[in-house]
């Protein structure tokens, strides 16, 4: 695996179940981020991760929860969504001390919530 | 508030060139970065501007002023390939990417 990956590349879910995200980056970056992608709308940020400590929440509901074990790995814990959440949802990573420390993103999770 | 602008969609024939504005507000600069992404696909970086000026890559260029809060993204020689979103994207003072919307550009043969 090269670059960044993200599971499930599609997500349909009920607004009562629980399911997650998950996303790995092979760059050996020491930042990853979540990001919501919805038609024609910037790309929101949801959750920043530097060397493993979170380090930013941008007003994201409750109902979204990050987790990230290691530099490596990152999570999107899901539960009790609602329709207005079905978007693209993005994970990206960077080395946060280099010059333009652009992030590289993954491919993307597909969330349609019924 | 912090604002990107850019056009929602262009459109453009193959071989020729377009250029693409993006205008920006926001609270402190530290860099302005352009990405591609296909439909379906993620986004892909392509420049980064921090100085004054034109970088060139290829037949791709982007263009800063900081004075404006203006740059754009020229793309010449254009393939149907290049058919895809541009987003611009601005770094601000707290290091926090701020994005545009996005410019969709249809190339046409």
């Known amino acids: 695996e090269t670059g960044v990956t993200q599971t499930p590349r599609h997500l349909v879910m009920g607004m009562t179940n629980k399911k997650s995200l998950k996303c790995e980056q092979h760059?050996?970056?020491?930042?990853m981020y979540w990001y919501k992608q919805s038609a024609k709308k910037p790309l929101e940020l949801m959750f920043v991760?530097?060397?493993?400590?979170?380090?930013e929440n941008n007003s994201v509901p409750s109902r979204f929860s990050p987790e990230c074990p290691n530099s490596s790995h990152l999570f999107l814990h899901l539960h009790t969504l609602q329709p207005e959440d079905s978007a693209l949802y993005l994970c990206?990573?960077?080395?946060?001390?280099?010059?333009?420390?652009?992030?590289?993103f993954g491919p993307g999770t597909r969330l349609t919530v019924l | 508030g912090q604002n990107i602008d850019q056009p929602t969609e262009m459109t453009a024939t193959e071989g020729a060139i377009v250029q693409i504005n993006c205008t920006y507000q926001t609270s402190g600069f530290n860099g302005l970065f352009w990405y591609q992404q296909h439909a379906g696909e993620a986004p892909t970086f392509l420049s980064y501007n921090v100085l004054d000026g034109l970088e060139e890559k290829g037949r791709f260029s982007s263009f800063l002023s900081r004075s404006k809060g203006y740059s754009y993204l020229l793309l010449k020689e254009l393939q149907m390939k290049d058919s895809a979103s541009y987003l611009c994207?601005?770094?601000?003072?707290?290091?926090?990417?701020?994005w545009g919307a996005g410019t969709k550009l249809i190339i046409k043969p």
């Open positions: 760059l050996g970056h020491n930042a």
């Open positions: 990206a990573s960077s080395q946060r001390d280099a010059e333009a420390n652009e992030q590289f």
């Open positions: 994207a601005v770094r601000d003072s707290n290091y926090q990417l701020i």
């Open positions: 991760y530097n060397f493993k400590e979170q380090t």
